[in-house]
């Protein structure tokens, strides 16, 4: 009998990554299953933006390795086609209409959701003539992530996809990432500081401090394993992360 086995979403092996001389992120070994809504944490200067560039071929590793759906990142079409990015500060086209945002989504990629891409223009009250360069911050990394979503990959990478919206608008961004893993079968890995925001999107967890993963895998295991270590049944994922990040006190993981 053939056994299936499907490649990890992410796999590193000694991932690291150095700017002059100092390591950014050091010694990354991880193995991020798939179908799994990935909570990446961290302070600033962590390694998140490093190690989320790595990931998109976006950087060339200094040290180790790192596959991406069971192949190398970045290495062609067929590849870019299955991984949706957001970077951290939503790039669009800012001469480019809303509009022309989304015939160019559609004629460069395959899985194109075209009836998902306008109904999200359409509740998100953008004006599909407006040039992108004059939507605020918020509405630019909406468009951005709707067009990263529309796209149909098997792995969405957003980082600090919030960081710019609203508190409604980052609860909706959140449950709708949770609701697309859940119809497709997608993984998705978003940073953020807030750990609140990872708490009810996310079900698998990778802390990062001063380049180093500190702490990683399934939440519901890591906070039940705490729970019984520390013998306090109330922990919470806030608690988890800070004291991972050598922290005693509630303040929040930035
Ligand atoms: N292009 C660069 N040249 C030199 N150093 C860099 C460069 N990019 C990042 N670094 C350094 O690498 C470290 C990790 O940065 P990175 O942007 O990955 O952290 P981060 O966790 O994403 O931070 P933040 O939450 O502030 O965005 C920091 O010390 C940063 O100063």
Redo the contacts with the bound molecule.
Sequence with gaps: MAVVIDAPAIRTVGLGRR??G?W??EDCTLDIPAGRVVGLV??????????LNLVMGLLAPSAGTVEVLGDRPGTGPRELARVGFVA?DAPVYAHLTVADHLRFGARLNPGWDDAYARRRVEELGLDPARKAGRLSGGQRAQLALTLAVAKRGDLLVL??PAASLDPLARRELLESLAEAVADRAMSVVL?S?LVSDLEHACDHLVV?NA?RVRLTGDIGVLLAEHRAVTGNREADLEELVLTHLGRTTKETAK
Excluded: F, I, M, V
Excluded at 42 to 51: C, H
């Design positions: 700017y002059r100092r950014a992120l961290g302070p600033n200067g962590a390694g998140k933006s490093t190690l951290q980082d600090e940073s500081h990062l380049g």
